[in-house]
């Protein structure tokens, strides 16, 4: 199949500036102050308070074969978001929809990552109130990426446990989904600099909370169980709750020790960017056996499948 439709050929809003680089990765449409623009054109003043301050909130839904995944769960949390942050911005939910599809269909992607925010913007006399600032709404479509490659995705990924600590959900909701990464990029540094592809870190008691863009599960004899507090509460942690309903496994949301996660016979992190990955190695010793485990695998393909069941996903409109 044809990873990409010709958005010439259709009825959409036109793109400001129709030359799009193909070299400038990743190549896409972004949605600015009202203009549909290349990824390459779409950028904002360094005044914004979401640059300046990271005084802004995101979500980002993935489209998989030409269908959004989810976009409902994405469109609620993203409105909870701007609701808690007291943002305002000129579109309802069938709005920003709307922009998300045509940034989709412009694009002409088929497999796409779609990223809605809204930044506390900037103020007309560079006032530090911001009440006076105006907020700003902006969207895109690039290529899907994933957390985990092919290979990562087929053997596993080796992990490290950092001590760094995760932002207090005393200080920042983690409901309200953020760019507060410091402390998640200083995770992913530690894990490099011991040989591992990528980081959890800890919540305030120590225990495991999550990673850089992702949610993490451990699987003990045929239970799961993810942190609780101090979590994003990931889309797709909650899609493998519904997937466990959906077959009769045991999944609940409590604090995870770092013993039990090492001690786990099944660890998996999710994202929106890959989905269910499967987690085969912890600080150098193997997870269990180091394979990728049987409820892994079985969540993985249920997860994959749900992709075009029209209870889980609809089509990108396209035309
Ligand atoms: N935790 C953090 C900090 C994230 O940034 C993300 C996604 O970006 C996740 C968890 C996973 O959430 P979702 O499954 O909604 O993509």
């Not at 044809?2 to 070299?23: F, G």
């Not at 005393?170 to 600099?193: E, F, Q, T």
């Amino acid at each position: 199949m044809s990873n990409t439709v010709d958005p010439q050929a259709r009825s959409l809003p036109s793109v400001s500036d129709r030359h799009i680089d193909p070299h400038a990765y990743p190549n896409g449409i972004a949605f600015l102050d009202g203009q549909y623009l290349p990824m390459s054109q779409a950028k904002i003043s360094v005044l914004d308070w979401g640059f300046l301050h990271s005084d802004a909130t995101y979500d980002t839904v993935h489209v998989w074969d030409g269908r959004f995944f989810r976009l409902d769960l994405h469109l609620d949390r993203f409105f909870g978001g701007l609701e808690k942050l007291r943002m305002t911005i000129p579109f309802d939910r069938d709005g920003v929809a709307e922009i998300l599809h045509s940034c989709v269909a412009l694009s002409g992607h088929r497999a796409a990552y779609v990223e809605m925010l809204c930044t506390r913007g900037a103020s007309p006399t560079f006032s530090r109130d911001p009440r006076q600032a105006i907020n700003r709404f902006m969207a895109f479509a690039v290529p899907f990426g994933s957390v985990a490659n092919a290979d990562q995705l087929q053997r596993g990924l080796r992990v490290a446990i950092s001590d760094k600590v995760r932002i207090s959900p005393a200080s920042i909701d983690p409901a309200i989904k953020n760019y507060h990464w410091l402390d998640l990029v200083r995770g992913l540094y530690d894990a490099y600099d011991r040989g591992a592809e990528t980081a959890l870190i800890l919540d305030f008691n120590g225990n495991v909370a999550e990673g850089p863009g992702f949610n993490v599960f451990c699987v003990k004899d045929g239970k799961l169980s993810t942190p609780a507090i101090g979590v994003l509460p990931g889309i797709t942690r909650r899609t493998v709750f519904d997937l466990c309903a959906e077959v009769g496994l045991t999944a609940i949301a409590a604090d995870v020790s770092v013993a039990a996660l090492r001690t786990a016979d099944e660890v998996f992190i999710t994202s929106t960017a890959g989905g269910i990955m499967p987690v085969t190695e912890i600080d150098g010793a193997p997870v269990a056996d180091g394979k990728v485990g049987p409820i892994t695998s079985r969540l993985m393909a249920l997860y994959w499948e749900k992709h075009d069941d029209p209870a889980w996903s609809s089509p990108v409109r396209y035309a």
